[in-house]
T-cell receptor
Framework: RKEVEQDPGPFNVPEGATVAFNCTYSNSASQSFFWYRQDCRKEPKLLMSVYSSGNEDGRFTAQLNRASQYISLLIRDSKLSDSATYLCVVIPLGAGNMLTFGGGTRLMVKP | EPEVTQTPSHQVTQMGQEVILRCVPISNHLYFYWYRQILGQKVEFLVSFYNNEISEKSEIFDDQFSVERPDGSNFTLKIRSTKLEDSAMYFC????????????FGDGTRLSIL
């Protein structure tokens, strides 16, 4: 089983739509969770950390379900500029600060 | 906003040659990392570095690879005797602390082995 698993997509949505991505992780003792975004052939950029109680940053909402080992990202009112690959990232327990990346979910927002 | 810088942006090298990829982490950061991303694949951890020594490394980071902080600002990744399969984007990252703090990535070096 992959350590961090994501649906690769692509998710094709119109501007203004709400879209949700999910991610599952295999190590139940994982301790830290993030969403990064990556534009084509660019570096990963931190979008947001994911906290146990869930957190929101503008149009973006992240949720963590430790029992199901599941992380989600909700994007409201999609913009053209949201088109990118969204990377689910986990730090397993005992891995220090070693980021473990999922394969990413590609989002394409159309006019 | 401070950023991680990497040079060169693109390196083309003959198989068997040595390459050195360079990074300047964010100035007050203490932890440094290298990751790689083969085209079309996920980002993979290579190594982390703190207090002038390696703190963690992955299975990918074998004897072919080494890291160094030769001065107060640069952080380098050396790949000896390069192979075709070393072709990838190499990202440097840094963070102020460990234990879950997000890492900030440089814009990468594209390494092409011919």
């Amino acid at each position: 089983r992959k350590e961090v698993e994501q649906d690769p997509g692509p998710f094709n949505v119109p501007e203004g739509a709400t879209v949700a991505f999910n991610c599952t992780y295999s190590n139940s003792a994982s301790q830290s969770f993030f969403w990064y975004r990556q534009d084509c052939r660019k570096e990963p950029k931190l979008l947001m950390s994911v906290y146990s109680s869930g957190n929101e940053d503008g149009r973006f909402t992240a949720q963590l379900n430790r029992a199901s080992q599941y992380i989600s990202l909700l994007i409201r009112d999609s913009k053209l500029s949201d088109s990118a690959t969204y990377l689910c990232v986990v730090i397993p327990l005992g891995a220090g600060n070693m980021l473990t990346f999922g394969g990413g979910t590609r989002l394409m927002v159309k006019p | 906003e401070p950023e991680v810088t990497q040079t060169p942006s693109h390196q083309v090298t003959q198989m068997g040659q040595e390459v050195i990829l360079r990074c300047v982490p964010i100035s007050n950061h203490l932890y440094f990392y290298w990751y790689r991303q083969i085209l079309g694949q996920k980002v993979e951890f290579l190594v982390s570095f703190y207090n002038n020594e390696i703190s963690e490394k992955s299975e990918i980071f074998d004897d072919q690879f080494s890291v160094e902080r030769p001065d107060g600002s640069n952080f380098t990744l050396k790949i000896r005797s390069t192979k075709l399969e070393d072709s990838a984007m190499y990202f440097c990252a840094s963070s102020f602390i460990t234990g879950g703090e997000p890492q900030h990535f440089g814009d990468g070096t594209r390494l092409s082995i011919l």
